[in-house]
């Protein structure tokens, strides 16, 4: 009876860790559609109601969903330190400071270069950056659900054959 | 610490923190007497004095050292500055006007920005409570229609700053009485208004219009706001010249200021022949820096 309960507890727990990564797969795909589209919002805000920075940032941290709004809240608690430290600067460490984001190295990458393209005189130079990374996110977005397409039932199933295979060894 | 170290102290805010660091080193009383800061690329920093530039430090100025400037003064939101880089300049918070200079970027025949910076001036405004007392007493405090007259940096826009603060509030002391002042402030230098609210004192009784062309600016005044007296800085082209003379035929005293080394010099150029001829101004003052200090000559026009 006991050895039943442990297989049990076994394939139970390798399976949670399948579906956590199948989990992960989907949440990375709703982040970078969601960066994607805040990019797409800053752009169009910018451009048509030429706002300062500070506002945009403001106003995406309560027009965004979950964890894109916790990076432009990161990004507005630290406008304050402007003057001691470059906005390029301060940006870069709400990027750090929001790993919820799950973003990959690349991805993050190129979310740093973002604030080179704000902050400029010309609007349509800013325009044209801001939508180059728009669509660079949805490219990224558009390769994560490929990904999780594809790996998604994998991922699953291993974890399920893991547990079957782990109790078989031991019992 | 009096209210010039403050204005300095506040001015370097604007500078990249090792900048600021060493500019701070400045002693009091020359603080108290900055007028600007100056940097340009390839040589140390220097800060304007009445009796001329001295250095802050020695480290040269770096062309990141004025992209820094442009990002602290405009919030990382230079685009918001487009109609002011326009002309050359940017406003900063606290009323710090910084002028702007490099490779200009134009567009359709107008400048849209800078590609890069060669040097800035950032100038420090000054608030000098009872600057203009002295006109009130020649006057026997009914100041009329007045032109102040100086070069670039004597103090022509803290003189008007102060004389539409007294004539704003009045003062029973010098018998001025208070007045209903449209302000005409188009490069945002006399008032510093920010969100609305004036960062300069100009008086309970002024209504500020910001960052419009003088010559509409006194207009829509004159329309909307009722103003006993309207005041603008710097008439520097004709369409200022008409419409501080429709201003003057509404009845409104003016106070203006204009660029000439004198009275005589002014007359000199037909633009403001033409004012002073239609007898639009009753009085002028002309500064005068004398071994670093500043002197008013009051002259009462015909």
């Known amino acids: ?171 | 610490m009096n209210t010039s170290d403050k204005n300095y102290t506040a001015a370097l805010r604007l500078l990249p923190p090792e900048m600021r660091e060493r500019a701070a080193l400045l002693p009091p009383e020359r603080q108290s007497a900055a007028e600007e800061l100056r940097l340009r690329v390839g040589h140390s920093p220097t800060v304007l004095l009445p009796g001329g530039e001295a250095p802050l430090g020695d480290v040269p100025v770096a062309p990141r050292d004025l992209d820094a400037v442009v990002e602290i003064a405009t919030g990382a939101s230079a685009h918001t500055s487009r109609d002011t880089v326009r002309a050359g300049y940017i406003n900063a918070p606290g009323g710090y006007r910084i002028g702007l200079c490099g490779a200009a970027i134009t567009d359709g025949g107008e400048i849209s920005g800078f590609r890069a910076l060669s040097s800035l001036a950032i100038r420090i405004p000054r608030a000098r409570r009872g600057v203009a007392d002295f006109l009130a007493v020649a006057l026997g405090g009914k100041i009329p229609s007045t032109l102040l007259i100086s070069p670039p940096g004597a103090g022509k826009t803290t003189l008007l700053r102060e004389l539409v603060r007294l004539c704003s509030d009045g003062s029973e002391k010098l018998a001025v009485p208070p007045s209903r002042v449209g302000l005409a402030d188009e490069r945002g230098e006399l008032a510093a208004a920010s969100g609305g609210v004036p960062q300069m004192d100009v008086g309970r009784r002024t209504d500020v219009l910001s960052s419009c062309p003088k010559s509409q600016a006194v207009l829509m005044l004159l329309r909307a706001m009722n103003p006993q007296t309207v005041a603008l800085d710097e008439i520097t082209a004709p369409e200022d010249a008409e419409a501080i003379v429709r201003a003057a035929n509404c009845g409104v005293r003016l106070f203006a200021t204009a660029h000439a080394a004198s009275l005589d010099d002014l007359t000199s150029k037909p633009m403001y022949r033409k004012l002073l001829d239609a007898g639009i101004f009753r009085a002028a003052v002309t500064i005068v820096n004398v071994a670093g200090r500043r002197e008013y000559e009051v002259t009462q026009l015909p």
């Open chain 1, 1 to 171: 009876m006991t050895k039943a309960i442990g297989a049990i507890l076994l394939i139970l727990g390798t399976s949670a860790w399948g579906l956590l990564g199948v989990t992960r797969l989907r949440r990375r795909c709703r982040i970078l559609a969601e960066l994607a589209r805040a990019l797409g919002a800053l752009r169009a805000e910018l451009v048509t109601r030429l706002e300062p920075v500070p506002q945009l940032i403001s106003l995406l941290s309560s027009r965004t969903r979950e964890p894109v709004a916790s990076l432009f809240r990161n990004v507005e608690a630290r406008l304050p330190q402007l003057g001691e430290t470059s906005f390029y600067d301060i940006w870069g460490q709400a990027v750090t400071a929001t790993p919820e984001l799950l973003l990959e190295p690349e991805e993050q990458r190129e979310l740093r270069e973002v604030p080179r393209a704000l902050g400029r005189y010309d609007v349509e130079e800013q325009r044209v950056a801001l939508e180059r990374a728009e669509r660079r996110f949805e490219e990224f977005s558009r390769r994560a659900d490929e990904k999780r397409d594809a790996d998604s039932k994998t991922r699953a199933c291993i974890g399920v054959a893991a547990g079957v295979f782990l109790a078989l060894i031991l019992i």
